[in-house]
């Protein structure tokens, strides 16, 4: 199969993205946090081929987007006052929610569970393709499973190169993490997967919210399906480094004596740039202060250590704080663990 790949201004895109959604062939689309993988998620066709394109575990749920908060009444069995009136306010942005399914989702979609995550991403092009598609669209993120999630047109070409008639091109995701993913199916409601939205910001609206044991403490079982993979994985071995700056940056000196021999990548903020000629290659996560950026460049870092053949990253962690929760559970996903505190 030919992949095309189609800029978001291009005057057919959404007819294009439209016919194939209907066809239920599969087309990625952009989102504020990474691509998505997209199918028709009313069809059991369409959403059996996006499990196939990225090899996706089978008891892995997917997230429905869609374009109008009224879509929800139809693919959920009740949405309580309260969740309608926090919804006013986070969408479309950041924030998938959890509720009990209506009878119209194919099994496919919630892997045979009663509940399914639901999201309406805060990207006009890809709102415009989902409501002229009529149906929800089922999107996981646009990458083989297990690899970095992929937050340009380009990235999804990589893994999806083939496999899929059509990528939508709408530039690179500004947050570059995957939402907040928000159980609302009991209280107080529980954060499955941490994201750009933190516990704090959430309660405004929603009031009481609690993380999942899991996402704070080693060793606990995630009830998120998806949390309990190997993810966002490169080829080369990693280790993330957190504590004192000053201890941080003694640290990867001492690692690049011992490493100098070895493709070594060096992962760390902007006023760490000096450390850059004693590594094979230097990746910078920007300003110290700003992790936004940090987490919209992180995924496109690890993809390039794969494609600049990398053995060996050492890459520099955050406090576990507001959006440092969500780029630390990539992390420590990424290095399978291998987070060293000094
Ligand atoms: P992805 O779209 O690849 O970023 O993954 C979607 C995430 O949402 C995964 O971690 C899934 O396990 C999670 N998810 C989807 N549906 C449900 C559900 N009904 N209950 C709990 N977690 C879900
Ligand atoms: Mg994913």
Redesign the pocket.
């Known amino acids: 199969m030919k992949t095309e790949i189609i800029n978001e201004n291009n005057k057919n895109v959404v007819k294009e993205a439209v016919k194939f959604i209907t066809q239920n062939e599969l087309v990625a689309i952009p989102t504020e ?2 691509y ?1 993988l997209g199918g028709n998620g009313l069809s059991d066709e369409a959403c059996k081929k996006i499990f196939e394109a ?1 090899n ?1 575990p089978s008891d ?4 429905l987007h869609i374009s109008e908060v009224e879509e929800l009444d139809r693919l959920v069995e009740q949405v309580p006052e309260k969740v309608k009136r926090a919804l006013d306010y986070y969408w479309p942005g950041p924030l ?1 929610i ?1 509720l009990k ?1 209506s009878d119209i989702i194919p099994h496919t ?3 045979g ?1 009663d ?3 639901i999201r309406m991403p805060n990207k006009e092009i890809t709102r415009r393709i989902i409501r002229q598609s009529k149906v929800p669209i089922a ?3 646009a ?1 083989l ?1 297990g690899r970095p ?1 992929p937050t340009t047109a380009l990235d999804v070409y990589e893994d999806m190169q083939g496999k899929i008639p059509l990528i939508v091109d709408g530039g690179a995701c500004n947050v570059g993490i ?2 907040t ?1 928000l ?1 609302c199916t009991c209280e107080p409601n529980l954060i ?2 941490p994201g750009f939205y933190s516990k704090e910001d959430l309660e405004i609206y929603f009031g009481p919210v609690e993380y999942d044991k899991s996402i704070l403490k080693e060793g606990e079982i995630p ?5 309990k ?1 190997k993810h966002y994985a490169p080829s080369g071995s990693m280790e993330v480094i957190l504590g004192n700056r000053y201890r941080v940056r003694d640290f990867f000196n001492q690692r690049a004596r011992e490493l100098k021999d070895k493709k070594t990548a060096l992962i760390t903020f902007e006023d760490n740039s000096d450390l850059a000629n004693s590594f094979y290659k230097f990746y910078s996560l920007g300003s110290r202060d700003n992790l936004l950026e940090m987490a919209s460049l992180i995924f496109r870092i690890l993809r390039q250590c794969d494609d600049d053949g990398i053995e060996n990253i050492l890459c520099e962690g955050v406090e576990e704080k507001n959006l440092g929760i969500g780029i630390m559970n990539r992390l420590k996903k990424s290095c399978g663990g291998n987070v060293k505190i000094i």
């Open positions: 946090t990474v998505g990225k996706r892995n749920p997917l997230i998938t959890i399914k979609v919630t892997c569970g509940t399914v995550a999107a996981p993120s990458n499973s999630s995957e939402s993913v159980d499955l997967r009830k998120s399906p998806g949390q993979y």
